[in-house]
């Protein structure tokens, strides 16, 4: 499977961004998807997962309420609506799947995140 991430770019804090990421053929229904990010100096972090068939959601605390994962299954494709950004969410954004949170099979590449005091 190949994911191509996109949507990021530059916004000012309290703006909002959509992140989209695009997978090559269909998800396993048993699969989940999710959204990391790796600030510049830091680890890598999860930030928030889809279950693909159930639609069950995973969200790290510090997104909670700001951050909201979506899928659409006829269109292979997870989007990531972000609201209220903060400058600490700048970060280059991963998208990811396999067949749990902690163990992703395939990543895409990294869309960048940029956020403005």
């Known amino acids: 499977v190949q994911l191509q991430a996109s949507g990021g770019g530059l916004v000012q804090a309290g703006g909002s961004l959509r992140l989209s990421c695009a997978a090559s053929r269909r998800i396993f229904n048993s699969y989940v998807m999710g959204w990391f990010r790796q600030a510049p100096g830091k680890e890598r972090e999860f930030v928030a997962g889809?279950?693909?068939?159930?639609?069950?959601?995973l969200y790290r605390d510090s997104v909670k309420g700001r951050f909201t994962i979506s899928r659409d299954n006829a269109k292979n494709t997870v989007y990531l609506q972000m609201n209220s950004l903060k400058p600490e969410d700048l970060a280059v954004y991963y998208c990811?799947?396999?067949?749990?949170?902690?163990?992703?099979?395939?990543w895409g590449k990294g869309t960048q995140v940029t956020v403005s005091s």
């Open positions: 990811a799947t396999g067949p749990t949170w902690s163990d992703m099979d395939y």
């Open positions: 889809i279950r693909w068939s159930a639609g069950n959601t």
